[in-house]
C-alpha cells in the first residue's frame, strides 16, 4: 500500500505483459481518448531513443 499512486504501474504492466484498461474511471475520454485502453504489446509501450541519440556511437547496434 505504501507505493500506490508512485508510478510504478508502467512498470508492472510491461512486465507482466498485461494491457492497460482505464476505462470506467474518472478520466475524461476527451482529454486522453488513446490512452484509456492499451492492449498489451502495443507499440506504445516501447521507448523511442531519438536517432540523434543513437548515430553519434558507432558502437551501439540498432535492430529493427
Known amino acids: 500500500m505504501e507505493l500506490w499512486g508512485e508510478g ?4 508492472d504492466l510491461k512486465r507482466t505483459d498485461s494491457a492497460l484498461d482505464r476505462t470506467g474511471a474518472n ?3 476527451t482529454v486522453a481518448s488513446n490512452l484509456l485502453n492499451v492492449p ?3 507499440p506504445c ?3 523511442q531513443f ?3 541519440e543513437l548515430d553519434p556511437n ?5 535492430v529493427f
Do not use: L, V
Open 40 to 42: 498489451a504489446g502495443d
Open 58 to 62: 558507432p558502437a551501439m547496434e540498432i
Open 27 to 29: 478520466h475524461s475520454a
Open 8 to 11: 510504478f504501474r508502467f512498470f
Open 45 to 47: 509501450w516501447q521507448w
Open 50 to 52: 531519438p536517432r540523434r
